[in-house]
């Protein structure tokens, strides 16, 4: 009778556990949608690349798509990087280290959110932006500046600012902040 009480409790608590885990599983993925929608993305590479790439172009013409400044890959890298900082703020309140340890991921959890304030503050003044130009399939005039990080090679990109001061103001300002190489801000006149 106890193993068959011990079996039915141990039953309950998996059960439980699975239901837990799958409610943490699900506000996972809603908490990864609300910065980084895949409807949302599919329909800015549509409206940038895939409806405006044919074979009735010139093949200049095709590459000159892909020379614009990606809504597309903005989009991915703001939500791609505040999707991570969630995940690393959930861990970095879960670490239990050594005092060495500590010290270094003080400095590093540092820069991260500062790094993370940066992005969010982007993602919440400009979200609207990006489903806008989702929803109506037009890409309005915008300022942008490319960036580059200090371990990467790859250049990113920042834009959907109005006006030149305040791409300016905010690529000197992520300049100073995250130490980033920026580029010149230029004008993109939509789609």
Known sequence: MK??????????????????????????????????????????????????????????????????????RMYSLIGGTIVFCHSWEESYKSTNSSDTKSEFLENMNKGI?????????????YDSVFKQIANTKKIPPFYYFDFKTEDSDETNTFGLFKTKEECSSFSKMLQKELNYFILECKYFKGV
Do not use: W
């Not at 959110?113 to 003044?125: G, P, S, T, V």
């Open 113 to 125: 959110e500062k790094k993370c304030k940066i992005f969010r503050d982007f993602h919440y003044q």
């Open 3 to 72: 193993k068959l009480l011990g079996i039915v409790v141990l039953g309950l608590l998996m059960i439980s556990c699975s239901e837990d885990n799958s409610t943490s599983k699900n506000n996972e993925s809603s908490e990864m949608n609300k910065y980084l929608n895949n409807e949302i993305s599919s329909k800015l590479m549509d409206i940038q690349i895939s409806d405006r790439l044919n074979n009735e172009n010139s093949p200049e013409d095709n590459l000159k798509l892909f020379a614009e400044p990606s809504v597309f």
